[in-house]
């Protein structure tokens, strides 16, 4: 699939099918023993990623790419930074600003669209967390690609690692027809991506496994 059609599956995925369930993951609502170990695997790699950035954000402009309900873009904001939210899902957009604080020592804002868009405009940082998880090697490339003339600094965002479970998942995925599929994660190894970025460099950062939760942080510099 090409990138345009990977984005409007998820899209349409989350708008249709997975709005609510993520709604409630992403909040302190009650959730299963299976969906808790992925909320505490979000909400450590959600630590990873802010780690990788400066601990003072104040004038800091950052794009939280595939920003979900806003919980990163919200930590971001805490710490000073100037931050723009976008998702392709604009349900999910909604919700996160209906719970953006309104006192932030920093700003927030959340809009619909492609983290791809340049009119988004130029950032000091970009966080993309568990958003890029869908894409093919190539795809990733690519984005950081098209990506790079918009960064000043550095982007750190994950990916799904080449494990043996996810591994095994994926070529399940693969039998069933497209048309009866919801979005597939495509495992990667950090050392393939680095071989295949044309421009750049890419530093792998840290996995975290937490029950069904697994993903991979990396870290690009132009």
Request: charged content about 25%; hydrophobic content about 40%; glycine content about 6%.
């Amino acid at each position: 699939m090409s990138y345009e059609a990977t984005r409007d599956n998820v899209e349409t995925y989350f708008d249709r099918t997975a709005t609510k369930t993520w709604e409630r993951l992403t909040s302190d609502a009650p959730v299963s023993g299976i969906r808790a170990t992925v909320r505490a695997g979000r909400d450590r790699m959600r630590d990873v990623l802010i780690d990788q950035l400066p601990a003072d954000l104040n004038g800091m402009r950052i794009l939280d790419a595939g920003c979900g309900t806003g919980a990163l873009a919200v930590e971001l904001a805490a710490r000073g930074a100037d931050v723009v939210g976008v998702d392709i899902s604009p349900q999910l957009i909604d919700i996160a600003k209906k719970r953006a604080p309104k006192d932030l020592p920093g700003s927030t804002v959340f809009t619909a669209g492609d983290m791809l868009d340049p009119e988004l405009g130029v950032f000091d940082y970009i966080v993309a967390m568990d958003s890029m998880i869908y894409y093919s090697a190539d795809d990733i490339a690519n984005i950081l690609t098209k990506i790079e003339p918009r960064l000043r600094n550095t982007m750190v965002f994950t990916v799904a690692p080449r494990t043996p479970l996810l591994m095994a998942m994926w070529r399940v995925g693969k039998l069933f027809p497209r048309s009866d599929r919801s979005p597939t994660m495509v495992p990667h190894s950090p050392d393939r991506l680095a071989r295949n970025l044309p421009t750049g460099t890419l530093r792998n950062v840290e996995r975290v496994t937490s029950g069904f939760y697994i993903s991979n942080a990396l870290e690009f510099r132009p």
